[in-house]
């Protein structure tokens, strides 16, 4: 193993010691996806007139890839905001942690985080909701390279936009804007996605988060429910293609914007 990736490992343990010790954050990672999967699957129950699809079902699918989104891309862009403006990141480039080692501790944290973040969502939805899980080992295979390649693409571009964060009060702010109003042009809201207009979807499919909520329904939704995506068909292929183009463009927008210090320090 190579030093970077070693170094990255251990930094990734560090990370996400320092997490778990922040009962706060703690709380709503991990609460306030479960707690919009409560609310979704309560007030509209058997809202479509589909056999075996409830609301439930379909919102247990759609709050994965808010999940992911939401603990990748925002909770590393405040993140690395914060560590920046408090000197950790200053102290840490005087130290054998380069960029490579500090992205890989980073996109550690965040794949344990939401790897947790799952396993509440899927057991609300299981004991809560009765929804059934697949029993099809190909569905838990293209759950898993859906999940790797979403909290890659999704942590690349949180690593990226901290870039454009001034200070860390302010970053929660500027990166919720855009991840909310994607979240509602992509589907992850509403469904089907058909009842959006058609410019909304074309703007959606040219984003990540479109093709992550397609990609889980594809997963925990029965084949019978596809007549509800926007292509008529779950697209496996292009939902890999698209997020390995984000997973590229992120890893290049990191290692072009990334600075160990605030621009007034520097």
């Given at each position: 193993m190579t030093d970077v990736a070693l170094i990255g490992l251990r930094r990734g343990g560090i990370e996400i010691l320092q997490f778990l010790r922040d009962k706060t954050a703690l709380i709503f990672s991990f609460g306030f996806p479960a707690l919009l999967l409560l609310l979704f699957g309560t007030i509209f129950s058997d809202d479509?007139?589909?056999p075996g699809l409830s609301a439930a079902r379909v919102f247990s699918?759609?709050?994965?890839?808010y999940g992911i989104v939401s603990t990748a891309f925002i909770t590393m862009g405040v993140g690395i905001a914060t560590d920046r403006e408090d000197g950790t990141l200053k102290r840490l480039r005087g130290?054998?942690?380069?960029?490579?080692s500090y992205f890989l501790g980073k996109l550690v944290l965040v794949a344990a985080?939401?790897?947790a973040e799952v396993v509440v969502l899927l057991?609300?939805?299981v004991f809560v909701f009765d929804v059934p899980l697949?029993?099809?080992p190909g569905r838990w295979f293209t759950f898993g390279w859906l999940f790797v390649l979403s909290v890659l693409a999704c942590g690349l571009l949180g690593i990226a936009a901290s870039a454009l964060v001034r200070s860390a009060r302010t970053a929660g702010a500027?990166?919720?804007?855009?991840?909310v109003a994607l979240q509602f042009l992509s589907g992850v809201f509403i469904h089907p996605i058909t009842q959006l207009p058609d410019w909304m979807i074309t703007v959606a499919s040219i984003f990540p988060v479109k093709w992550m909520a397609q990609g889980f329904r594809s997963v925990f939704l029965p084949d019978s429910t596809v007549g509800f995506e926007a292509?008529?068909?779950w697209e496996h292929g292009r939902i890999a293609l698209v997020l390995g183009v984000w997973c590229v463009v992120g890893l290049v927008l990191c290692l072009v914007t990334f600075r160990w210090t605030n621009q007034r320090d520097a």
């Open positions: 479509y007139d589909h699918a759609s709050m994965i890839a130290t054998p942690v380069t960029a490579g985080l939401t790897a057991a609300v939805g697949p029993d099809d500027v990166l919720n804007v855009p991840v292509g008529g068909a």
